[in-house]
């Protein structure tokens, strides 16, 4: 499979924003979809995923503001992203994973497949 994210830009704080991580050559339920972000000069980070089953995880900075999503028809998973703060600013990853296990979506490792990164940039 093939990931490609796109739905960055510059938004203010409180704002909402909408990633999309398009998937070709396998459809997107067959992998953990994971959502990653990295800021500068930090380590890439967790920040949501849906596994193979639908169940969503979040990273407790963002939990109740942002909401993993896939539409399996478009083959695509979403990132919505409500109540931005400018701590969020950071270029976001979507990644793939084979892992049928829940908690292993948090790990950065177990990811294999990347789409490249959209820059999100809040403002105040």
């Known amino acids: 499979v093939q990931l490609q994210a796109s739905g960055g830009g510059l938004v203010q704080a409180g704002d909402s924003l909408r990633l999309s991580c398009a998937a070709s050559?396998?459809?997107?339920?067959?992998?953990?979809i994971g959502w990653f972000r990295q800021g500068p000069g930090k380590e890439r980070e967790f920040v949501g995923a849906?596994?193979?089953?639908?169940?969503?995880y979040y990273s407790d900075s963002v939990k109740g503001r942002f909401t993993v999503s896939r539409d399996n028809a478009k083959n695509t998973v979403y990132l919505q992203m409500n109540s931005l703060k400018l701590e969020d600013t950071a270029v976001y990853y979507c990644?793939?994973?084979?892992?049928?296990?829940?908690?292993?979506?948090?790990?950065?490792?177990?990811?294999?497949?990347w789409g490249q990164g959209t820059q999100v940039t809040v403002s105040s």
């Open positions: 849906i596994s193979r089953s639908a169940s969503t």
């Open positions: 990644a793939a994973t084979s892992t049928y296990y829940g908690g292993s979506l948090f790990n950065v490792r177990e990811y294999t497949l």
């Open positions: 050559g396998r459809t997107v339920s067959s992998y953990g």
